[in-house]
């Protein structure tokens, strides 16, 4: 099923054109951007943790631009766990909103909310907040997102982070850059720290953009590496 899922996304990009919307420089930070309105994207995510047991994990995303400022989608979220069967995980509803044009601001400001829920009703539910700041200068984009994650009924903790990429644009065909993420986990008495630093490179041409992420654990509680893949296709 993994795989007739992976080429039904590539087979639906095959008929749409893409004018690069929301075109991702990063897999894990995300840059001062919104869809414009009336605008439709879908995006597919693979996610792989590489650790003493690999992981993986499928997004689909349909976004839509409800006004130049704001955005709202939904995902539908598959994973499977090494020697494990592929399952329909979850479901997550998100929205941005920026705060002014691009430069307004020392750093332009945008909020990013989620509710994700999990299918298996064992497992908690999450809400998610970031502000994300970015700034342009010339070929350079830079990204910064403070998170704090809610997880609850069943159990409750909380985590706190942040994403952070730097990118240069040699061309609007392909842009290279790094990133870092970084999660505090406080469960009970516990906390829990996992953190990642990695190179992101992002390719468009013709009727789609990808961008390619891999990142490597830094602290005891990280995987060993985690690689991502996006692809966005205009609709």
Known sequence: MRNILIVSVLFISLFFSNSHADRRHFVWTYQYMTLPAGATELEFYQ?????????????IEVEQGLTDRWDFSVYQIF?????????????????????????????????????????????????EAKLILGKQIDAVNLALNPVYEYHFAPGKSHELGFDMGVSYEFSP???????????????????????????????????????????????????????????????
């Open 173 to 235: 065909k392909f842009i290279a850059g790094v990133e870092t993420t970084s999660r505090m986990e406080f469960e009970d008495e516990e906390t829990e720290i996992g953190s990642y630093v990695g190179p992101t490179v992002s390719f468009a041409t013709g009727n789609w953009w990808y961008t390619i992420g891999a990142a490597f654990g830094v602290t005891k509680h990280s995987d060993n590496v985690r690689v991502r893949f996006l692809m966005g296709i205009g609709l």
């Open 79 to 127: 994973s499977q766990n090494e020697d494990e069967p592929f399952r329909w995980d979850a479901v997550k509803f998100r929205t941005r909103y920026r705060f002014g044009e691009t430069g307004k601001y020392i750093l332009d400001p945008l909020l990013y909310l989620e509710y994700d829920r999990k299918l298996d009703f064992s497992d908690p539910n999450k809400l």
């Open 47 to 59: 996610t792989t943790k590489i650790s003493g047991k690999d992981s993986w994990e499928y997004r």
